[in-house]
């Protein structure tokens, strides 16, 4: 099933694209400089994966228990 209809595959995949542009970012920021455009939406997921860490921390860790009972 396509992840855009299943809310758990939706979630999972934002959590995923925050923490990839998060670590991107980190080691490679000219790559994410840009603010506006395309490469704007992956500065704009970095800036989220670093400003509420623990949340989406708590989100990974979250989704990876649920894999495991659901």
């Given at each position: ?6 809310f ?23 790559l ?28 990974c ?10």
């Amino acid at each position: 099933m396509s992840a855009l209809f299943n809310f758990h595959s939706f979630l999972t995949v934002v959590l995923l694209g925050i923490c990839a542009c998060t670590y991107v970012k980190l080691h490679f920021p000219a790559l994410l400089e840009q603010r506006t455009g395309f490469r704007g939406v992956f500065w704009k997921a970095a800036r989220i994966g670093e400003r509420l860490s623990p949340w989406v921390a708590v989100g990974c860790f979250t989704m990876g228990v649920s894999i495991i009972f659901f």
